[in-house]
């Protein structure tokens, strides 16, 4: 079982690729090799596969990072699912996970959303894409410095706010009211979630 995530940049033609290009590539390359794991084209459009346990903390981790960008914001789907055919590159892949994302990604335009899982179970899915739905309206508001603040939490959770103030050169209480702005509690109450419903699944 594997996870594959498609997205692509909102608004990518109002932003130079160098603004956003190298931060994505940076992420990405830590999940894997490009092409076999992940691979950017058609300019602003990506695939990225990943274990399906770690693929909505991926997710929300690419978002808060494209969001720390002013005025940039990302568009996901998330397939869970088979590997049945590996490519050269992961675009070239097949199995359930790479069908159940891109039908899943072509749908979010039509529906106005910026995230959607499909597991193959509907019951799950409701429920996932339910609770993903409710965090999306505080997500898809958050300001780049309240983005940021994700970022290094989710990249770094076993930083205190203390060592990222002082990374960010702020002081500590600031670091405390922007993860409250961002309902980072939120975000890795609903990443703990997500984890406890992907354990059940069977491949």
Wanted: hydrophobic content about 40%; overall charge positive.
């Amino acid at each position: 079982m594997i996870a594959t995530i498609t997205g692509d940049i909102i608004d990518s033609e109002g932003h130079k690729a160098s603004q956003w290009i190298d931060v994505l590539k940076k992420q990405l390359s830590k999940w894997g090799d490009s092409p076999t794991d992940w691979e950017i084209y058609r300019g602003d459009e990506f695939q990225l596969k990943i274990a399906p346990k770690k693929a909505l903390w991926a997710a929300i981790q690419l978002k808060a990072l494209v969001k720390s960008i002013k005025n940039l914001d990302v568009r996901m789907a998330i397939g869970v699912g088979s590997e049945d055919f590996k490519g050269v590159s992961v675009s070239e892949s097949n199995g359930t996970a790479y069908q159940r994302s891109g039908r899943t990604f072509e749908k979010l335009k039509d529906n106005k959303r910026n995230m959607a899982i499909a597991t193959g179970n509907q019951k799950e899915d409701k429920t996932l894409n339910l609770m993903l739905k409710l965090a999306l309206n505080f997500m898809d508001e958050w300001t780049s410095v309240s983005a940021e603040i994700v970022a290094m939490a989710l990249n770094n959770p076993d930083l205190s706010q203390q060592e990222i103030a002082q990374q960010l050169n702020i002081q500590q209480s600031a670091v405390s009211q922007r993860q409250k702005r961002a309902r980072l509690d939120l975000v890795f109450e609903l990443l703990d979630y997500y984890s406890q419903t992907v354990k059940r699944m069977k491949p």
